[in-house]
């Protein structure tokens, strides 16, 4: 089976896009910095509290394009949303579905295609925006690989002006065991845009092993507004990885919710780069961890502008011996005056092998600004469990529904209700797994 990690077979698909000459050197370059970067260790201080011994890129390959019966039952199970703006399925990274936008959206310019399509169709709109941005979290070697493998994903641009009222929606699956994938989200809302986007990660099978490294990147001008939710639902033996970049400009809102209820393990990425005065960015996340996953989440609030906002909050709920690192800075510039910037970590343990890691920090170089952080972790309230119990409603359900409660908080950010009501019933179904 081909390797990811074959030089050879990666420079030669890379000439597959030698008519776009851009691309295929960031494809090259991607894998320079790849074979040049070391695999993370334990000392390394963006990787502390990481479980590094367990990481692995070997024994992954890439898959060919799946049969039709797995296309078929695939798509089947895909219609998580009724009547959505547009629907992309990418199994084992090959486009399967293309979206079929309504006539008016096409008529005002809106753009949802695979990043394959895109590349044909609008090449300087890709050259433009992707991968503009390093995160600097840790992840250098992983989001280098994935720019090396860099082909499929997911490209949403709304033009100046234009509001799409319901939600786009983009599904990836993994199917093939042991299946390497590299999936890419662009969205991209011009001045005064407003647009939702729904992002599924999902496995054929739950147990299934795979290496996901996906990345994103999110754009709003000015006065537009994105809303993201982003549900990670790998096979419980999967490693994943994704490395996001998130850009506000002036007067800009955008919403990011992050959920996380599949892979071994999982590390996220987020930075939040606040450009221009007026921008209100909130970033959101949930999670249930259990048997013996470990959620390693790190966040980077950059305010390069002042008069603006940033609002975190990430809560996890921990079963077994599951284990949730959360790592987070605010950093503020000079010139960024009149910055209100906030940051909270809460953990629910349900569990005492459960562990919960949190390192919330601030970097304020502007003296006129509001600026908070903060973690807790703890377990369940024993008089809140005491009154379920007291009720005939046994622990393990009575710890469900504390549960459900610690995390609706962040489940109410998500202003779709019919994509909220699909997370709930993910994550009920988490605690009976």
Not at 104 to 115: P, Y
Not at 175 to 182: D, H, K
Not at 219 to 241: D, E, H, M, N
């Amino acid at each position: 089976m081909p390797s990811p990690l074959d030089a050879r077979l990666q420079e030669a698909e890379t000439q597959r896009f030698a008519a776009h000459d851009w691309f295929a050197e960031l494809r090259r370059q991607g894998w320079q910095q790849f074979s040049h970067l070391p695999l993370p260790k334990r000392t390394d201080e963006k990787w502390r509290f990481s479980d590094t011994r367990s990481l692995s890129l070997d024994n992954f390959f890439l898959a060919g394009v799946p049969s039709d019966e797995i296309v078929d039952r695939l798509i089947a199970r895909s219609h998580l949303i009724t009547r959505p703006a547009g629907l992309l399925i990418h199994i084992d990274g090959h486009c399967v579905l293309r979206p079929s936008l309504a006539p008016e959206l096409a008529a005002q310019g809106v753009k949802f295609e695979s990043f394959e399509d895109a590349l044909r169709h609008h090449p300087a709109l890709l050259k433009e925006y992707i991968l503009k941005h390093r995160a600097g979290l840790g992840g250098d070697k992983f989001l280098a690989l994935h720019q090396a493998w860099l082909r499929s994903g997911t490209v949403l641009y709304v033009p100046k002006g234009v509001e799409v009222k319901k939600p786009f929606v983009s599904l990836h699956w993994t199917a093939t065991e042991g299946v390497a994938i590299f999936p890419h989200t662009l969205v991209i809302a011009e001045d005064g845009a407003k647009v939702t986007l729904h992002d599924f990660q999902c496995s054929a099978e739950p147990q299934l092993r795979a290496l996901a490294i996906s990345a994103a990147d999110l754009y709003a001008g000015k006065g537009a507004t994105i809303s993201r939710l982003a549900v990670q639902a790998w096979g419980l033996a999967t490693q994943s990885f994704e490395i996001a970049n998130t850009c506000g400009a002036k007067e800009s809102l955008i919403t990011s919710v992050n959920a996380a209820l599949g892979a071994r393990r999982a590390r996220l990425e987020n930075t939040v780069r606040i450009q221009g005065e007026g921008a209100d960015v909130r970033l959101y996340g949930i999670s249930v961890a259990n048997g013996e996953q470990e959620f390693d989440q790190r966040t980077l609030q950059v305010h390069d502008a002042g008069n603006a906002k940033s609002d975190l909050l990430f809560k996890n709920v921990l079963l077994d011996k599951a284990r949730t690192i959360f790592s987070g800075l605010i950093k503020v510039a000079p010139d960024a005056q009149r910055t209100d910037a906030y940051q909270t970590n809460r953990n629910l343990l349900l569990s005492p092998e459960a562990e919960a890691d949190s390192l919330p920090g601030l970097e304020i170089e502007a003296n006129d600004v509001k600026c908070s952080h903060g973690a807790t972790t703890g377990q369940v309230n024993p008089e809140e469990l005491f009154y379920l119990l007291a009720r005939g409603i046994p622990l393990a359900v009575a710890q469900e529904l504390l549960a459900e409660g610690f995390l609706e908080e962040v489940l109410a950010k998500v202003d779709d209700e019919e994509a909220a009501a699909v997370v709930r019933e993910m994550f009920r179904q988490k605690f009976h797994s």
